[in-house]
């Protein structure tokens, strides 16, 4: 028998696309799909790596961000090898475009994208479902619920993937990527060989072509709606599912990933209450089988629906079973919450069962704690820059609110400047927002329009804005807490090494004299202080960089025993060069 391995979702996705044959793995850090990727480049990395020398192994590799990942990918399936692209749900969102248009490609080698979706959002700003987008982009979604689910699904997502030709999505949420389970693997196959797309038409959206690729994407719906259909994770199962067209029960239950699991958990009592078990589907794999559903929920008077994340097999259920069939879920205001993560309570609950008895107990009486609040660490070099930041409004404007200043901040550990004792940001929206919402600030009359970003967040998403407002010369500062890591996520390399950020932030067009680099010491905070004053109180546009290693980072980087990283006297592609010649 195979060797069983305890592995997170993340973790079994990883080996499963490793064991999948593929040539090169793609993403952006960002919880919870993180731990994908950081496994494949550690598997990558390891002395062997299964008696394959280095040029055999597959590339893995952190981008500068989702959309970028997504389109090396698209190179990587066009030379007709296998592809992983990760992401977290917001991820896909940058990633949109190649996305959306990558389906009218015909895809050769498999291009597999795993987005892992954050409901309760644990660690996100939202918690959209990406199936809306696998439905919308008309690909393939796979949508495991446990670990070994996740790994056989990886796989079969790639031969998916070039069975129909299209990007194939794996759906995965919080509780299964971080949750550890037994995963017994398949034998590893091999990597397709180099082999470039055939007809140059079908990787051209030029009108004349994208036209026929969409019709060739829109034929082949059928088809895939058929697999869905007779796809072994799209069954009906548990106890009175083969009476499902007698009509002894009026309900009828659909699943889909953790929800099927949770429903599974309070079956016996649902059981007992009901005197047996009624019909259930539970669907893995869409497009959402139509026909298949609507066969299922034949003479039945209610549907309840369960699904982790939003209502999207409920809403589509409405256009699929006739109008005297009640739907209920998320949206009928009640049965399930309309918001935040699913658990066996709430699903409980949903079903019409009391709480457990374990759930009534009386929980001994606890001393009135204090509410903790996630926060920076200690000592951490934001808290310093926060300080410095604040000591400078409150001079430029004393009052709560300060109306002539905005300070527009980003995603990143630095987010946890919102809370007290800092209180300094005043918006936090997205991936690179901070920068351009200064701009608009800033234009709108706003007389000291800051931007707080990251050095890792101004890479992914900052530069653009920035050249908008080089070009509009625009009366702001940005400041960039440089801390040479990905650190909310779990302190990754950044795309550009923080000794070249000075050099990255002049060629966007900023003049030299208007870029300030500050030693962000908790000792210098009044020195600090005085300078990024007078670069805000410039009528022009300004930037400010406040360098300091995170600790966390800092902790790896001494126990790896490696020196911070200096400004590489050559580029990694001059470096390649020299190689080549
Ligand atoms: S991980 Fe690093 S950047 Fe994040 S709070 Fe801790 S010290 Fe600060």
Same mark, same amino acid.
């Given at each position: 028998?195979?060797?069983?391995?305890?592995?997170?979702?993340?973790?079994?996705?990883?080996?499963?696309?490793?064991?999948?044959?593929?040539?090169?793995?793609?993403g952006y850090p960002g919880t919870p799909s993180t731990e994908?990727l950081e496994?494949?480049?550690?598997?990558?990395?390891?002395?062997?790596?299964?008696?394959?020398?280095?040029?055999?192994?597959?590339?893995?590799?952190w981008?500068?961000?989702?959309?970028?990942?997504? !389109?090396?990918?698209?190179?990587?399936?066009?030379?007709?090898?296998?592809?992983?692209?990760t992401m977290k749900?917001?991820g896909?969102?940058?990633?949109?475009?190649?996305?959306?248009?990558?389906?009218?490609?015909?895809?050769?080698?498999?291009?597999?994208?795993?987005?892992?979706?954050?409901?309760?959002?644990?660690s996100?700003?939202?918690?959209?479902?990406?199936?809306?987008?696998?439905?919308?982009?008309?690909?393939?979604?796979?949508?495991?619920?446990?670990?070994?689910?996740?790994?056989?699904?990886?796989?079969?997502?790639?031969?998916?993937?070039?069975?129909?030709?299209?990007?194939?999505?794996?759906?995965?949420?919080?509780?299964?990527?971080?949750?550890?389970?037994?995963?017994?693997?398949?034998?590893?196959?091999?990597?397709?060989?180099?082999?470039?797309?055939?007809?140059?038409?079908?990787?051209?959206?030029?009108?004349?072509?994208?036209?026929?690729?969409?019709?060739?994407?829109?034929?082949?719906?059928?088809?895939?709606?058929?697999?869905?259909?007779?796809?072994?994770?799209?069954?009906?199962?548990?106890?009175?599912?083969?009476?499902?067209?007698?009509?002894?029960?009026?309900?009828?239950?659909?699943?889909?990933?953790?929800?099927?699991?949770?429903?599974?958990?309070?079956?016996?009592?649902?059981?007992?209450?009901?005197?047996?078990?009624?019909?259930?589907?539970?669907?893995?794999?869409?497009?959402?089988?139509?026909?298949?559903?609507?066969?299922?929920?034949?003479?039945?008077?209610?549907?309840?629906?369960?699904?982790?994340?939003?209502?999207?097999?409920? !809403?589509?259920?409405?256009?699929?079973?006739?109008?005297?069939?009640?739907?209920?879920?998320?949206?009928?205001?009640?049965?399930?919450?309309?918001?935040?993560?699913?658990?066996?309570?709430?699903?409980?609950?949903?079903?019409?069962?009391?709480?457990?008895?374990?759930?009534?107990?009386?929980?001994?009486?606890?001393?009135?704690?204090?509410?903790?609040?996630?926060?920076?660490?200690?000592?951490?070099?934001?808290?310093?820059?926060?300080?410095?930041?604040?000591?400078?409004?409150? !001079?430029?404007?004393?009052?709560?609110?300060?109306?002539?200043?905005?300070?527009?901040?980003?995603i990143g550990c630095?987010?946890?400047?919102?809370?007290?004792?800092?209180?300094?940001?005043?918006?936090?929206?997205?991936?690179?927002?901070?920068?351009?919402?200064?701009?608009?600030?800033? !234009?709108?009359?706003?007389?000291?329009?800051?931007?707080?970003?990251g050095?890792s967040t101004?890479?992914h998403?900052?530069?653009?804005?920035?050249?908008?407002?080089?070009?509009?010369?625009?009366?702001?500062?940005?400041?960039?807490?440089?801390?040479?890591t990905v650190a909310m996520t779990g302190c990754q390399e950044t795309?550009?090494?923080?000794?070249?950020?000075?050099?990255?932030?002049?060629?966007?067009?900023?003049?030299?004299?208007?870029?300030?680099?500050?030693?962000?010491?908790?000792?210098?905070?009044?020195?600090?202080?005085?300078?990024?004053?007078?670069?805000?109180?410039?009528?022009?546009?300004?930037?400010?960089?406040?360098?300091?290693?995170c600790?966390e980072a800092?902790?790896?980087?001494?126990?790896?025993?490696?020196?911070?990283?200096?400004?590489?006297?050559?580029?990694?592609?001059?470096?390649?060069?020299?190689?080549?010649?």
């Amino acid at each position: 028998m195979a060797e069983a391995f305890a592995l997170l979702g993340d973790e079994a996705v990883a080996l499963a696309a490793l064991h999948a044959g593929i040539s090169a793995a793609y993403g952006y850090p960002g919880t919870p799909s993180t731990e994908i990727l950081e496994r494949i480049i550690a598997e990558c990395e390891k002395d062997g790596n299964g008696g394959a020398d280095a040029r055999d192994r597959p590339k893995a590799a952190w981008c500068v961000n989702e959309k970028t990942a997504l !389109e090396a990918a698209l190179g990587t399936s066009f030379a007709g090898r296998r592809v992983l692209v990760t992401m977290k749900h917001v991820g896909l969102n940058v990633a949109a475009d190649p996305f959306v248009n990558g389906a009218l490609l015909e895809i050769k080698g498999g291009l597999v994208i795993a987005a892992a979706d954050d409901p309760g959002m644990h660690s996100s700003q939202n918690e959209q479902d990406s199936r809306f987008y696998a439905a919308f982009a008309m690909i393939p979604c796979l949508e495991p619920r446990g670990q070994q689910e996740a790994y056989d699904m990886t796989r079969e997502a790639f031969d998916v993937s070039e069975r129909f030709h299209v990007p194939v999505m794996l759906r995965l949420v919080t509780r299964l990527s971080h949750a550890r389970s037994t995963v017994i693997p398949a034998p590893p196959r091999g990597r397709n060989p180099l082999s470039k797309a055939g007809d140059r038409t079908r990787w051209m959206l030029l009108p004349v072509y994208a036209r026929r690729n969409y019709a060739c994407l829109v034929e082949k719906q059928k088809d895939m709606e058929a697999w869905s259909a007779s796809h072994p994770a799209n069954k009906t199962e548990g106890q009175g599912a083969a009476e499902y067209a007698d009509g002894a029960h009026d309900l009828a239950v659909i699943t889909s990933g953790l929800g099927g699991n949770y429903y599974d958990e309070n079956l016996p009592d649902f059981a007992a209450l009901r005197g047996g078990a009624p019909p259930r589907l539970h669907i893995g794999i869409y497009p959402l089988p139509a026909e298949k559903i609507r066969r299922f929920c034949e003479g039945k008077k209610r549907v309840l629906v369960i699904e982790e994340g939003q209502p999207f097999m409920e !809403e589509r259920l409405r256009g699929i079973l006739p109008h005297k069939v009640t739907i209920t879920g998320r949206l009928d205001g009640g049965m399930i919450p309309r918001t935040g993560e699913l658990d066996p309570d709430n699903i409980r609950a949903a079903l019409g069962l009391l709480p457990r008895a374990a759930a009534l107990e009386k929980i001994p009486e606890l001393p009135n704690l204090p509410a903790r609040p996630p926060q920076l660490c200690q000592g951490c070099p934001h808290a310093d820059s926060y300080e410095t930041i604040k000591k400078v409004i409150t !001079e430029l404007d004393g009052n709560p609110g300060h109306p002539s200043v905005a300070v527009n901040s980003d995603i990143g550990c630095y987010s946890l400047g919102a809370s007290p004792p800092w209180s300094v940001p005043e918006s936090i929206v997205c991936m690179g927002a901070s920068v351009g919402m200064a701009r608009g600030a800033a !234009e709108a009359g706003i007389p000291y329009a800051v931007a707080v970003i990251g050095d890792s967040t101004f890479i992914h998403s900052g530069i653009p804005g920035l050249i908008d407002a080089v070009n509009a010369g625009t009366p702001m500062t940005v400041v960039i807490f440089d801390n040479s890591t990905v650190a909310m996520t779990g302190c990754q390399e950044t795309a550009v090494p923080s000794a070249k950020l000075r050099e990255l932030v002049l060629g966007l067009g900023v003049r030299p004299e208007r870029l300030v680099e500050l030693d962000a010491k908790r000792q210098l905070i009044d020195e600090n202080a005085a300078r990024l004053r007078a670069e805000i109180e410039y009528r022009g546009l300004s930037v400010v960089i406040f360098k300091r290693e995170c600790l966390e980072a800092a902790r790896r980087r001494k126990k790896a025993g490696r020196k911070i990283e200096e400004a590489p006297e050559e580029r990694p592609c001059e470096r390649a060069e020299k190689t080549l010649q």
